[in-house]
């Protein structure tokens, strides 16, 4: 699997942004409303935080070789799920990044005032979890470091490289 890039992250929230800000504007154009948002976005971001935040430490654990709950498989669960906590939470941030610049550019009411907070709250929280993805993706990579520490057994030879296999 291979690691995100930063780079695909940003281009992911910025095609996702744009594109909602033209169809939330839209809307507004015509037919004079948004889709309002609630708090259970934000809600939603912050729980698979904690999530994707614990199952990490867990593996930074696991490398370490100390006490942990966590297992090999579940260290590659936790890689697969910090990599699509990395992209979905962009995503989905990306879209209220649209909707609170239409909120912002909207003509002033309680109602685009209450948007935008609820639509700027939901965007850091995904941005979060976004970031905590990117974070725990990096804690999951593997090198040549996780290797056995004798790093002399049998069969540890590579084949075509001069050694004796």
């Known amino acids: 699997m291979r690691r995100t890039r930063w780079t695909t992250v940003l281009a992911c929230l910025v095609t996702t942004a744009v594109i909602?800000?033209?169809?939330?504007?839209?809307?507004?154009?015509?037919?004079?409303?948004?889709?309002?948002?609630t708090a259970w976005?934000?809600?939603?971001?912050?729980?698979?935080?904690?999530?994707?935040?614990?199952?990490?430490?867990?593996?930074r654990r696991l490398r370490e070789h100390?006490?942990?709950?966590?297992?090999?498989?579940?260290?590659?669960?936790?890689?697969?799920?910090?990599?699509?906590?990395?992209?979905?939470?962009?995503?989905v941030g990306g879209v209220?990044?649209?909707?609170?610049?239409?909120?912002?550019i909207a003509p002033s009411?309680?109602?685009?005032?209450?948007?935008?907070?609820?639509?700027?709250g939901c965007l850091l929280a995904c941005l979060a979890w976004s970031a905590v993805g990117l974070l725990v993706e990096h804690w999951c990579a593997i090198d040549m470091s996780d290797d056995d520490e004798d790093?002399?057994?049998?069969?540890s030879e590579v084949p075509g490289s001069g050694a004796p296999a």
């Open 20 to 37: 909602s800000f033209v169809l939330f504007d839209l809307v507004l154009r015509h037919r004079g409303w948004v889709p309002g948002l």
């Open 41 to 59: 976005g934000a809600a939603v971001a912050v729980v698979m935080t904690v999530l994707v935040l614990v199952a990490g430490l867990a593996v």
């Open 66 to 91: 100390r006490e942990t709950w966590m297992t090999p498989i579940g260290a590659a669960v936790t890689a697969a799920g910090a990599q699509a906590s990395a992209l979905v939470g962009v995503l």
């Open 96 to 104: 209220y990044a649209g909707e609170l610049v239409v909120a912002v």
């Open 109 to 120: 009411s309680p109602a685009m005032c209450s948007l935008a907070w609820t639509a700027g």
């Open 151 to 155: 790093g002399g057994g049998r069969g």
